[in-house]
């Protein structure tokens, strides 16, 4: 398999002590096994998330993501980007996609990002880390690695909102993704139908209307407790906190035994390829995985 | 007894067009609902995004802007793919949130305005949000009493967080950030700038 090289953008999230710092853990155990490097793009910065809008407005926030890009293509000229986290990968998408279509846009960015030195040319574009596994190197090449094949354990592929809509991984359908249940059955799971794949979490609305968001939340995972699943598994970062961290306090509210991991599809491959517990990050959950952790031991 | 008649206008809908991000695609809304019917928070909005779109085109002006409907947008995005007419629904509905934010109209304490904010002031204090910092913030938006509240009913979740070490109590002190902070900082005035002339925001 050719060696491949990426800029890489972890986002706010995935910093040490930050609530998706167990994601990079796995990301990058799952990069070492499949040979792919990423580089951290030096100095990146927030991109704004889909809750600055309503201080940051327009073109500050196209200022910050295209400032991402203007520090890829000036230090690691040649490379794509690729983001882990759902709302960087989107954000970033959707800027790139906003300036390169209008003149004025982009010289306003540019005049902006001038006041910081730098330039935005457009000559980086930027993947989500499951499209870089999937389209890049296939499942075939994904399964290859595999030593601890996941069997008998069954997951519900929680897709989620913002690595599918608008633009969707592999160009396919909105409404029922595939490739997270691929993925699963690539490192030898099994992957649960279930009714709730593409349903919101609430997103960064888990803040400021909890009531509301949590009934999102009650609702995805009560529908994988009914569909046979033991673990859900998500690319987001936000999905997976919401989804996990929320379901004491539905438990609380509403007398309910909600109890499910909610992991990423980073840490299955890092425990199927053989990698440890702590390599996989399974020591940053608040709901153990203790079925994934077995195997790690085996 | 004699009722004078309001002459129509679409003044309001130019001023969207002009000053709302994504403002232009309005007027292609065709009604049909289905963004409604998308909307994970659908019941929680007093009116829809089709509802909105026909208000601004009736030229209420106060009545869409004083609305907290647009805040509960949670930007999935469904009502976007589903739209027939393709209309960026999302971002109009942002884009109508930070108008009506900007012009002091949105309305006092609406809770995602709150966050919105508080999210923005901690990612441009260093160019990289701060969780911790964040999270205080926003447990104590509503006063100190009711911050020990929150701090308190989450606290099981906050230990749990740490001892995952997905919460770092040292963030307090500073935590993570981007080296070129003043560069970022003239950036981001310089965007703001451009776009308050644009607008005509007062700074």
Not at chain 1, 76 to 101: F, N, S, Y
Not at chain 1, 191 to 200: G, H, I, L, R, S
Not at chain 1, 278 to 293: C, N, Q, S, W
Not at chain 2, 113 to 120: D, N, Q, Y
Request: charged share 25%; proline share 5%; hydrophobic share 35%.
């Amino acid at each position: 398999m050719a060696k491949k090289e990426y800029a890489f953008y972890p986002g706010c999230s995935s910093q040490k002590g930050a609530s998706a710092s167990n994601y990079l853990t796995s990301v990058n155990a799952m990069c070492d096994k499949l040979d792919v490097t990423i580089t951290e793009i030096p100095d990146w910065n927030c991109c704004g998330a889909s809750i600055g809008y309503a201080e940051g407005g327009e073109l500050p926030r196209l200022a910050l993501s295209a400032r991402n890009f203007a520090l890829a293509e000036k230090h690691m000229p040649g490379k794509e980007m690729v983001a882990t986290c759902a709302a960087c990968w989107l954000a970033q998408r959707e800027v790139k996609e906003r300036i390169d279509h209008s003149e004025i846009l982009l010289k306003e960015t540019n005049e902006a990002l001038a006041a910081a030195g730098l330039q935005y040319q457009g000559t980086t574009a930027v993947r989500h880390m499951v499209e870089v596994l999937i389209e890049d190197l296939g499942y075939d090449a994904l399964k290859q690695p595999v030593v601890k094949p996941l069997e008998g354990i069954k997951f519900a592929g929680y897709v989620g909102c913002q690595t599918n809509r608008p633009f969707g991984i592999d160009g396919e359908s909105f409404e029922n993704p595939v490739y997270l249940d691929k993925l699963v059955e690539t490192v030898g799971g099994e992957a649960v139908p279930y009714d709730q794949k593409v349903t919101c979490c609430g997103g960064a609305l888990a803040f400021s209307e909890p009531e509301k968001s949590q009934k999102q939340i009650r609702d995805i995972v009560e529908s994988a407790y009914d569909h046979g699943a033991e673990m859900i598994v998500t690319p987001c970062p936000l999905c997976q906190a919401n989804v996990e961290i929320y379901q004491s306090e539905i438990n609380k509210k509403h007398g309910t035994k909600l109890n499910m991991p909610v992991l990423y599809y980073s840490q299955l491959m890092t425990v199927a390829y053989g990698g440890t517990a702590k390599e996989a990050g399974l020591d940053g959950h608040l709901i153990r995985a203790t079925r994934l952790e077995e195997i790690t031991k085996k | 007894m004699s009722q004078q008649a309001i002459p129509y206008t679409n003044d309001f809908l130019r001023e969207v067009e002009k000053n709302v991000e994504e403002g232009h695609w309005v007027k292609m809304c065709m009604q049909c609902g289905v963004c409604a019917g998308s909307c994970p928070l659908g019941p929680a909005w007093e009116h829809p995004p089709q509802e909105i779109f026909m208000m601004i085109r009736a030229g209420k002006r106060e009545e869409v802007l004083t609305s907290d409907s647009m805040w509960m947008c949670t930007s999935c995005y469904n009502c976007v793919v589903r739209c027939p007419r393709q209309l960026p629904i999302t971002h109009i509905m942002h884009g109508l949130a930070n108008y009506a934010h900007r012009l002091g109209l949105a309305p006092k304490g609406q809770p995602t305005r709150e966050t919105a904010r508080l999210f923005w002031n901690s990612l441009v204090k260093t160019g990289r949000v701060n969780e911790l910092k964040f999270s205080l913030a926003l447990y104590f938006k509503d006063g100190f009493v009711q911050g020990v509240k929150n701090a308190l009913n989450m606290q099981a979740i906050g230990f749990g967080l740490m001892k995952a070490k997905r919460l770092n109590p040292l963030e307090i002190l500073g935590g993570h950030g981007v080296k070129d902070q003043s560069g970022l900082k003239a950036m981001i005035a310089k965007a703001r700038e451009i776009e308050d002339r644009k607008k005509g925001f007062s700074a």
